[in-house]
């Protein structure tokens, strides 16, 4: 089955920069759109930025201007490139690809921002 692989998380101080990659191990074909969530404990999964086949992109207003969603390989790869961050923005990091019929999710990764 489809599995997502997504690295880049890790631990960074206030102000620094991350880039996660999320990488289809099996091609996908026929993409809608895809995107970046995160989810701190005891919160919700919230949308961080989507970005559709065209190349439209949208981001939550708590980082607009400091994330960029790109992708790579007819959307197979997405990078999330976050900069500036803040401890706001620790939270686990999952990726997902839409297709019509289907969404495939990426198995989280850990993002700490703390000096």
């Known amino acids: 089955q489809v599995q997502l692989v997504e690295s880049g998380g890790g631990l960074v101080q206030p102000g620094g920069s991350l880039r996660l990659s999320c990488v289809a191990s099996?091609?996908?074909?026929?993409?809608?759109?895809m995107g970046w969530y995160r989810q701190a404990p005891g919160k919700q999964r919230e949308l961080v930025a989507v970005i559709t086949s065209g190349g439209r992109t949208n981001y939550a207003d708590s980082v607009k201007g400091r994330f960029t969603i790109s992708t790579a390989n007819a959307g197979n790869t997405i990078y999330l490139q976050m900069n500036s961050l803040k401890p706001e923005d620790t939270a686990v990091y999952y990726c997902?690809?839409?297709?019509?019929?289907?969404?495939?999710w990426g198995q989280g990764t850990q993002v700490t921002v703390s000096s």
């Open positions: 099996t091609r996908i074909f026929s993409i809608n759109n």
């Open positions: 997902k690809i839409s297709k019509w019929s289907q969404d495939y």
